[in-house]
């Protein structure tokens, strides 16, 4: 009887253990890497697959510049949350093979973090660079106050349109969701999740504004109509100046999402391409963060 009682005794007090090894949440790390998309390092080429530029259309960029940060994460179980609000100027054109390491955070809980997002701000002095972005790229941008600025071209039959451009269009990515529909992030225990905030650099070549899944097409017409001197030269003037109903028609354009960005109250190829560049943070590639707002 007593050998039986001892027993028991073990044998009940094995699922308390249990449970109070359960009850301690384990840990493990989370880094952020920044990724530009393949149309910012490789161009957009033309062609009759989803990924080309449908109307004929070469374009390649030679300078691509965004100020990006305040990384962050939440649980909706438990309401705790992780972050940084450091802004970061990075060379998206020369970014590092793997992307730029922005955040590691440490020892965090081991679950899902359902909500993540992160800004694209305005840039402002107190900004930082991350190496290979240079000095004088970081200065330019807080100088200007842009929050996206690039420089490249369009060739077609022949015809060069070079384009030098910069957007003070700070906006906030919430709600982030990988491209299979997953929101946030789970972080493995006693490992490391990677994850990965991706920067576009084709939605301006869009036939309209998305808000969730990319169904469109890609066109770069535009290009050449808005070069009002036909100098080859396309600048933020002349975008302004161009009118959408003589450089996208509707249809095949939808312009339902596009507004008066420069409160000109003349909707203007300017105001579709920078209503564009808001839309240009996504997730672990192709995934959506489809709660966007201003952000100064």
């Known amino acids: 009887m007593k050998r039986n009682g001892l027993f028991a005794v073990a044998f009940l007090a094995l699922p308390l253990s249990l449970a109070l090894a359960c009850s301690k949440e384990d840990k493990g790390d989370l880094q952020i890497f920044v990724v530009p998309e393949d149309t910012i ?34 649980r909706t179980d438990t309401g705790a949350s992780i972050g940084d609000s450091t802004v970061h100027i990075l060379d998206l054109r020369n970014a590092p093979t793997s992307g730029y390491v922005t955040n590691t955070f440490s020892n ?14 305005n840039a402002k002095p107190g900004d930082t660079g991350l190496s290979p ?33 910069g957007f003070s269009a700070g906006t906030s990515f919430s709600d982030c969701a990988s491209p299979d529909g ?34 469109t097409t890609r066109l770069a017409q535009w290009l050449e109509i808005c070069d009002a001197d036909q100098n080859g030269d396309l600048t933020i003037a002349e975008l302004k100046a161009c009118d959408v109903t003589d450089a996208l028609p509707q249809p ?36 959506e963060c489809p709660t966007r707002s201003p952000v100064p």
Request: charged share 25%; net charge negative; proline share 3%.
């Open 41 to 74: 390092t490789q161009g957009l080429q033309p062609g009759t697959d989803m990924e080309n530029v449908q109307d004929g259309w070469t374009i390649t960029y030679d300078r691509f510049l965004v100020a990006i940060g305040n990384f962050r994460a939440t």
């Open 108 to 121: 965090i809980d081991a679950v899902r973090w359902d909500k993540f997002g992160f800004d694209m701000p």
């Open 133 to 165: 972005t240079r000095q004088e790229d970081v200065d330019f941008m807080v100088q200007n106050g842009f929050s996206v600025y690039f420089e490249g071209a369009g060739q077609k039959d022949g015809k060069t349109i070079r384009f030098k451009w």
């Open 182 to 215: 997953l929101a946030g992030f789970a972080v493995p225990a006693s490992g490391t999740i990677q994850i990965k905030p991706t920067i576009h650099g084709d939605h301006w070549f869009f036939d309209n504004v998305t808000q969730g899944v990319e169904i």
């Open 252 to 287: 095949p354009y939808d312009l339902t999402s596009v507004r008066d960005q420069d409160g000109d109250g003349f909707i203007s190829v300017f105001d579709y391409v920078d209503s564009q560049v808001r839309t240009i943070g996504e997730f672990q590639g192709d995934g």
